[in-house]
């Protein structure tokens, strides 16, 4: 079982940076690949980023590439999101979720998530 906490989301103006964190319960966490997740209001949850169990892979959806970076510390059971130049279209709810070993795009394939965290974007 992995329990999976995230923070570091709130109001921040268009062009601005958040850097957004998962903390993991996982005494295996370095078995997981990770992922990140939005939901905007009316929207289906959709893929952000994701990252390979050892860190060395990442891949992200076009709508961030350039932007966000995924990242994760296995000593610290932690994985990051940092975003910068952002847009209000970035407003959502972001999920960090975890699946064992493989990296995947689809929400199903993970196992396991996390409450979310509110990030909103101004114009």
């Known amino acids: 079982q992995v329990q999976l906490v995230e923070s570091g989301g709130r109001l921040v103006q268009a062009g601005g940076s958040l850097r957004l964190s998962c903390a993991a319960s996982?005494?295996?966490?370095?078995?997981?690949?990770m992922g990140w997740f939005r939901q905007a209001p009316g929207k289906e949850r959709e893929f952000v980023a994701v990252i390979s169990y050892s860190g060395s892979s990442t891949n992200y959806a076009d709508s961030v590439k350039g932007r966000f970076t995924i990242s994760r510390d296995n000593a610290k059971n932690t994985v990051y999101l940092q975003m910068n130049s952002l847009k209000p279209e970035d407003t959502a709810v972001y999920y960090c979720a975890a699946r064992l070993l493989a990296t995947s795009f689809d929400r199903k394939a993970y196992q396991f998530w996390g409450q979310g965290t509110q990030v909103i974007v101004s114009s």
């Open positions: 996982a005494r295996t966490f370095g078995n997981y690949a």
